[in-house]
């Protein structure tokens, strides 16, 4: 069944309540949000705005209403233009509301910390960005993130750990967590089990070419069963919400 029905609106407080977290989280909670072609393509010239349309758009924004934390890959971050998340980008209203800090940090992974310390999003941000990095990364890499302000994190050895990662965000109080992506963390994720809720829009574009899937890297064990929680459409774009089974 499709919701809204034809002719009805779906008010503010209804995608509240559909894409809010668990109450009482005793761990970190990863939902992940993608756009995706109605022929798997992830992106349009390698960037992943020209598939969503204003109904994408705004439950992407309420992921950034409701969460604690942006969990993002540093790739994604570089292609879309990333740089710290503003108070008027989100609903101070909603988030204080539910007892949230005004705006949430963001965390992007990077193995090697190939953020630069001038990057936006390190420089240019309300709160300290969040670098979820490895062992093997140059320390003097390191050093120059933690110098312009950024809280720099060891996450594993030679690369970052997805559990470690999620360690580090819990002993700073950040459960709610919100994957933009991109499809390397969402598939390092996928691999160690840790996805909570799948948010997926399917945008009514045959893109063709060879844009890459939502989701790739190592195999799981056994691939992992979901439920559909929730259908929505808008434009003929489907915004589905798939949780743990």
Not at 121 to 133: K, S
Not at 139 to 146: G, H, N, S, T
Not at 152 to 168: E, F, H, N, T, W
């Amino acid at each position: 069944m499709l919701w809204p029905p034809r002719g009805d609106g779906i008010t503010d407080a209804d995608l509240e309540r559909l894409y809010a977290y668990p109450d009482d989280l005793d761990r970190p909670f990863v939902q992940v949000n993608f756009v995706s072609s109605v022929d798997g393509a992830v992106s349009v010239d390698g960037r992943s705005g020209g598939l969503g349309n204003a109904a994408d758009k705004k439950v992407f924004a309420l992921g950034r209403d409701l969460c604690d934390v942006v969990l993002v890959g540093a790739g994604t971050a570089r292609a879309e233009g990333y740089r710290g998340v503003r108070a008027t980008e989100v609903r101070a209203e909603r988030r204080s509301r539910l007892g949230l800090s005004p705006v949430p940090p963001i965390a992007v992974v990077t193995a090697r910390c190939s953020i630069e310390p001038s990057s936006p999003l390190v420089a240019d941000t309300a709160v300290p960005t969040i670098v979820l990095t490895a062992g093997s990364a140059p320390r003097e890499r390191r050093d120059a993130l933690a110098d312009a302000g950024a809280d720099v994190v060891v996450a594993g050895d030679g690369s970052v750990d997805p559990a470690a990662a999620l360690r580090a965000l819990d002993e700073r109080g950040l459960r709610r967590v919100d994957c933009e992506g991109g499809p390397g963390l969402f598939g390092s994720l996928i691999a160690a089990d840790l996805v909570d809720v799948l948010c997926v829009t399917f945008s009514p574009l045959l893109v063709g070419g060879d844009a890459g899937r939502i989701a790739h890297g190592p195999l799981p064990e056994a691939p992992r069963s979901l439920e559909l929680a929730s259908v929505l459409h808008a434009d003929s774009a489907l915004l589905l919400r798939y949780r743990r089974a």
